[in-house]
Nanobody, 115 residues
Framework: QVQLVESGGGLVQPGGSLKLSCAASGSIFSIYRMGWFRQAPGKQREFIATIAGGGTTNYADSVKGRFTISRDNAKNTVYLQMNSLKPEDTAVYYC?????????WGQGTQVTVSS
């Protein structure tokens, strides 16, 4: 059973930065694609970024140039560095792990961007 635990959310002013972490249980973390998604109130969950086991990254246009996804395979952890945050970035942020036909999700961490 895979468990994903996000942390690092909080309240930040517009233009500020936050770094989210997602720690994964289970073995062979390095070979699996990891991703970050977010869901704002009243909206569908949306894709933010993914990173493959080999390190290839992909970003949504809305965060490209502001957010950076990375991973530390020795720590079974994926990160999301968020810079130049905007009020519209306010949402619950979730990480996921794709293992073949199965996708696992964390419980989410709240990010609020407000002055």
């Amino acid at each position: 059973q895979v468990q994903l635990v996000e942390s690092g959310g909080g309240l930040v002013q517009p233009g500020g930065s936050l770094k989210l972490s997602c720690a994964a249980s289970g073995s062979i973390f390095s070979i699996y694609r990891m991703g970050w998604f977010r869901q704002a109130p009243g909206k569908q969950r949306e894709f933010i970024a993914t990173i493959a086991g080999g390190g290839t990254t992909n970003y949504a246009d809305s965060v490209k140039g502001r957010f950076t996804i990375s991973r530390d395979n020795a720590k079974n952890t994926v990160y999301l560095q968020m810079n130049s945050l905007k009020p519209e970035d306010t949402a619950v942020y979730y990480c996921n792990q794709v293992r073949g036909s199965s996708t696992y999700w964390g419980q989410g961490t709240q990010v609020t961007v407000s002055s």
